[in-house]
């Protein structure tokens, strides 16, 4: 494409931010990693850690890692990190995909009320099956409720407050009855309202992660490529049908995978707000307008803020874990308040 | 290509009792640039969407270079037909050069084409449109007129056989509205069909090839210059009394508005 | 297009090898310490000092199956569980409870020391696994149930009981426990004492016909004020103190907000409050004053009990001392 071209090139003024942008996130991300994997309430040491890992892959450098080493590390602080890492990557990428479909830099999963929507289908779920229940009724519910948001969004189509106030009005419709089933539910199997609206990454196993991800790749790569699509959306729906795109299916395909994306990870650990908000905004600012680098960019960002809000979630008060979601609105809650207060984004 | 790049028959569009286009037959062969003219609401810029495919007509086909608009693909129209409209937002964070190259969209998965091509298409439509100073500079903080001359641009750089063009002078100043005309002209020149909704009875007096007069949804005339712009005609549809002289260094006739 | 298909090949490959983890990865290991020693407890002497035991098995409520070897190193879940392992002697073994335990006080001073898991309901497994337990036990109150599967993948024996809420249910708990720890004849022993202290209780309390109603409200400051209906505990110590439980009367299933309107229905003679939450609250005056407390004939007749929460609530060892104390204040003048 013309990007190659020199008129084109020459006009892009954040190729010098994207490259010291990429070592730093991915520096960021292998420092999480290690935090994640050696620190927390039981006390294993690194040289144990590294054990566990060099086991796995079948290096012989290490001494025997302890049973309790290898439990500890590789049977849940492992899946944990993981989990973290893909549904932060996600969070952050439907975040940048929204934002492009709508144009509208406030768009943030959650508050347009598609969180809250999921976690009624991830609700039910988990009471008919556990885990893989919880995230199967999420993809569903959250579907649908990405649809919802579109036939809001098409009424108030022209401002951009509108759309957002009627998804936060949503989403606290939505918020009250995920409530209602969590009261009406079994405590024993249903996690409760706290974990579905605050998220937590507590119970992480590989099985939460085997389910989740299959649904996270899926639908990530979908996203990812539309990439380019994004960009020409960006000149509005009338300019970009003449340019050949099919808005309505684009718009219809991205929602649906967005929507399951969403669902996928709010059955896994619940909302975990801001997130899509935060990360997109940051990560524009540094690699512009462009969705193939920003979505890239708050894939990766987004995994390491959630890894990141799920350790200080971890450490902070033991043995009590904070929901990861607290952590990340209390970021993300000032940063939000204060994007309201600008007049433009650039 | 066939000899009539653009074919409109029994054209009707109506939304509830409102009837915006009646009965309208249009065609357009490459090489014309044919100027709509009308008053407010005699049905100009729905004639054009109904011409591009964006409104699906309530009676009636259209025919782009064969392809009817009805039942083509997107991708299929993006390649035979590209447009200017009043309707593009103003917050778009890419760079003018970024939007210009979003006009070579369409042939992305076109084999035929390369980066070159499309390059020089960008580089060739931002200098014919005066718009090369702009291409680092982000697209939303360009003024109403530079935006214009950036879309019509990134319309060039799209480079189709037919060319719809909807009030691209309307924001322009007076140089650039004349650099704009004479540069669609040179498009119809190289064999595109460019059909161009003006407010400017002038400008469509020199530059035009042919014009088509609209009124309440209609066409009232259609033909050359000298041909449409009477003043008995044009004083009935703008409800304004016109008077019509010879333009007094080029071939064409001078519309003027006078008392009475 | 490169890029894309690296990915996508990175993408599949990734999902295998998960679905390959997520199948083997967290199947139960139970860790069975060596039963090198057997036990030999006498059939008077009340308490078992070992802590390896003979190797048994146990199916709890959630029906896994844990084999237990090892007590010597016990981290409990529940208040009432915490109180009948230290009835039964064991109390040394405990390094770990949950953070409502208040009784008996070396249980408590574990409580205040940190050595606690936090909430039962929502366990961290590694705030869990820092204690190094050789045996985990709890109630079906207790989880997530992920984590309690994370507990076991790491080999802890963790079994959960069936929640008792009746008194009946006491000996249950008591005998089930002392199975576990493989104390069989000291669990006997404490069940018949407890179950005794019960009974006599429950004769007391017969001996008055006036079946008064009694609702249980669960305080705990301002925001939180709970009525407390059937199913819980507290049912069965006012059903066992011969009254009507009358939240349970009016159809209050579990705990429910306190309403004016629910405590309108239930109308109770007498409500009992826990001590703590009571007093953080501010008192019998504040109470008071919250709509639709003074309406009820309690209220007008000011008659409010208060109890610890735990000693009330928990239906463990100190239930007949509980019930007795109960009967003896709802009845003044009952027996001797």
Known sequence: MTDSSELVASADPYASRRRWFIPAVALGLLAAAWAALSLGAVAVPAGEVLGVLAAKVGVDAFEDPSQQAEAVVWGIRMPRLLLAFAVGATLGLVGGVLQGLLRNNLADPHLLGIGPGAAIGAAIGSAAGGVQGAIAGGVAAGVITAFAVRLLSKRASIDPTMIILSGVALAAVLSAWVGFIVFAADRSTVPPIEFWLLGSLTGSTWRALGTAFAFLFITSIIMLSSAHLLDVMGLGEADARHLGIDVDLVLTVLLIAAGAAVGATVGAVGVIAFVGLLVPFVVRRVTGPSHRSLLFGALASGALFVAAADLVARLLIQPVEIPVGLVTAAVGGPVFLWLLTRRRDA | MPETAVLAESLTYRIGDAVLVSNVHFDAGPGALIAVIGPNGAGKSTLLDLLAGNLRPSEGRVLLNGIDTGTALPGDLALARSMLTQRSPVEIPFTAAQVVAMGRFPYRRDDTNTSERDAAAVAEAMERTDTTQFAARIYATLSGGERTRVSLARVFAQDTPIVLLDEPTTALDVAHEERIMRESVQLSRRQRAVIVVLHDLNAAAVHADQIVLMSQGAVVARGRPREVLQETILSDVYAQKMVVVDHPFRDCPLVLTADG | ?336
Do not use: H, W
């Open chain 3, 1 to 336: 297009m490169n890029r894309r298909t690296t990915l996508i090949a990175l993408g599949i490959a990734t999902t295998v090898v998960l679905a390959a983890c997520t199948g083997d990865a967290d199947t139960t290991t139970t860790s069975s310490a060596t039963p090198a020693e057997t036990t030999t407890s006498s059939p008077t002497t009340s308490s078992p000092t070992t802590t390896l035991i003979d190797e048994q098995t146990f199916v709890g409520a959630d029906g896994v199956e844990t084999t237990i070897g090892d007590v010597s190193r016990i981290v409990s879940l529940n208040g009432d569980l915490t109180e009948i392992i230290f009835e039964l002697g064991l109390g040394d073994n405990v390094v770990g409870v949950d953070v409502t335990t208040t009784y008996p006080p070396e249980a408590a001073a574990l409580n205040d020391q940190g050595a606690t898991v936090g909430f039962a309901q929502q366990l961290a497994p590694e705030a869990v696994l820092r204690f190094e337990p050789t045996l985990v036990i709890g109630d079906q109150q207790v989880g997530p149930p992920e984590v309690i599967e994370q507990l076991r993948g790491a080999g802890v024996p963790v079994v959960i009981l069936e929640t008792q809420t009746t008194l009946d249910g006491v000996e249950t708990k008591i005998l089930q426990v002392a199975e576990i720890l493989g104390a069989p004849d000291a669990g006997a022993e404490l069940a018949e004492r407890v179950m005794g202290e019960i009974d006599a209780a429950r004769e007391l309390a017969a001996a008055d016909d006036s079946d008064p109603r009694i609702a249980y409200v669960y305080v705990r400051g301002p925001q939180v004020l709970l009525l407390f209906g059937a199913g819980m505990p507290t049912q069965g110590m006012i059903e066992g103190a011969g009254a009507i439980d009358a939240g349970a009367e009016t159809g209050v299933f579990g705990p429910v907000a306190m309403t004016p309107e629910a405590l309108l229905a239930a109308a109770p003679a007498v409500i009992v409050l826990p001590e703590a939450g009571l007093a953080a609250l501010g008192g019998i005056e504040t109470f008071l004053e919250i709509p639709g407390v003074a309406k009820t004939p309690a209220g007008q007749n000011d008659a409010f009990i208060a109890y610890d929460e735990a000693y009330f609530f928990n239906l463990g060892p100190r239930a007949g001392q509980a019930l007795d104390e109960f009967v003896r204040d709802l009845y003044p003048g009952i027996g001797g």
